[in-house]
């Protein structure tokens, strides 16, 4: 037997009899609407299975990434070789799986900081306004004036090609978009009742911006933030084709492009270069996929 809620009167009642059922939360409206995006679903499945993948690579391939083998090289996918070999005889599933590691890395922690560095800018200057908001905005536009393309290989050449610098690189050139998108919002929610309230009682401006604006701009951040994971894995990939980026023997999708790139390689092993191409093609779209189901999801305007 239902039981009733005793604050619903009779007549209510039965003018709506769903006034019996409990309310869904925010969590499973929020999954609701974005398991009917199906395309985001299937980004989220495809991203799940290549993070687990890269993650337990030392476990699930059975070579080493550097192993070099010349008496296989340009291998085709067999039983000892699922996906073939290169020219020098490594796996290349083995150096998909680690060169997923290195690319994600790159990508994640490029994004984290151009989060904090966009973030803390764009706060900055759509809480406080006037002057600041002038003097961090120029800056941005600065930044953004400055082709991202040359700016990326100009630093990369002036210092050494590694993981951590290349973290660095895309993360002091890939904030600007976040930080406009920040101000935005937190010229948008500055003059809302909660916050004039909050000045009201005396509240600290940081304990404002942080406990109060920021968690209600935190939505449009996030999908901001999935969509440049997909940016930057193609810029690294774009550097590391080029020599730019990541460095042999360390393995990444975009420099096993590079060492494909052979004009007899491509002829005689024609899947070598296909795998890392595809794995960057799927992973890119899988991340636009699921930024586009999560503003759907996010999307206060759409709930039913």
Same mark, same amino acid.
């Given at each position: ?7 619903? #009167?009779?007549?209510? !009642?039965? !003018? ?8 869904? *939360?925010?969590? +499973?409206?929020?999954?609701? +609407?974005?398991? +009917? ?15 687990? %993948? ?9 070579? #080493? =990434? ?18 073939? *070999? ?16 290195? &690319? $994600?890395?790159? %990508?994640? @922690? ?23 908001? %002038? ?16 700016? $990326?290989?100009?630093?990369? *050449?002036?210092?050494?090609? #590694? ?20 101000? @935005?919002? =937190?010229?948008?929610?500055? &003059? ?14 940081? +304990?404002?911006?942080? &406990? ?22 193609? %810029?690294?990939?774009?550097? #590391?084709? !080029? ?10 999708? /975009? ?21 890392? @191409?595809?794995?960057?093609? $799927?992973?890119?779209?899988? =991340?636009?996929?699921? /930024? ?13």
């Amino acid at each position: 037997m239902s039981q009733t809620n005793p604050e619903i #009167s009779q007549s209510e !009642l039965e !003018l709506n009899p769903n006034l019996t059922e409990k309310p869904e *939360t925010l969590t +499973k409206i929020f999954l609701r +609407k974005f398991m +009917k995006n199906k395309l985001a679903v299937i980004g989220a499945v495809f991203l799940f299975i290549i993070i687990l %993948a890269s993650i337990l690579a030392p476990v699930i391939t059975p070579y #080493s =990434f550097e192993q070099v083998n010349l008496m296989a090289k340009l291998h085709p996918p067999s039983a000892d070789y699922w996906l073939g *070999t290169d020219r020098y005889g490594r796996d290349i599933f083995t150096r998909l799986m680690y060169g997923g590691q290195i &690319s $994600l890395m790159v %990508a994640f @922690g490029s994004v984290i900081g151009a989060l904090i560095i966009g973030v803390s800018i764009g706060a900055l200057a759509g809480y406080y306004g006037g002057i600041i908001d %002038a003097i961090l905005m120029r800056i941005v536009d600065i930044v953004i004036s400055i082709p991202s393309i040359f700016l $990326l290989i100009t630093i990369v *050449t002036i210092f050494k090609p #590694s993981v951590g610098n290349l973290i660095i690189v895309f993360a002091l050139t890939s904030w600007t978009s976040t930080a406009r998108l920040v101000r @935005g919002e =937190f010229l948008s929610l500055r &003059s809302r009742e909660f916050v004039l309230a909050s000045k009201t009682i005396g509240t600290k401006s940081y +304990k404002i911006i942080f &406990s109060h604006i920021l968690p209600n701009a935190m939505a449009p951040i996030i999908v901001a933030a999935t969509l440049l994971v997909g940016s930057v894995i193609l %810029a690294e990939a774009g550097l #590391s084709y !080029l020599g730019l980026g990541v460095q042999p023997p360390l393995a990444s999708w /975009g420099n096993m492009l590079q060492d494909a790139q052979n004009y007899t390689v491509m002829l005689t092993a024609p899947w070598y270069p296909i795998f890392p @191409g595809l794995l960057i093609l $799927l992973t890119v779209l899988s =991340f636009n996929f699921v /930024g586009d189901g999560l503003r759907d999801a996010l999307d206060p305007k759409s709930i039913e």
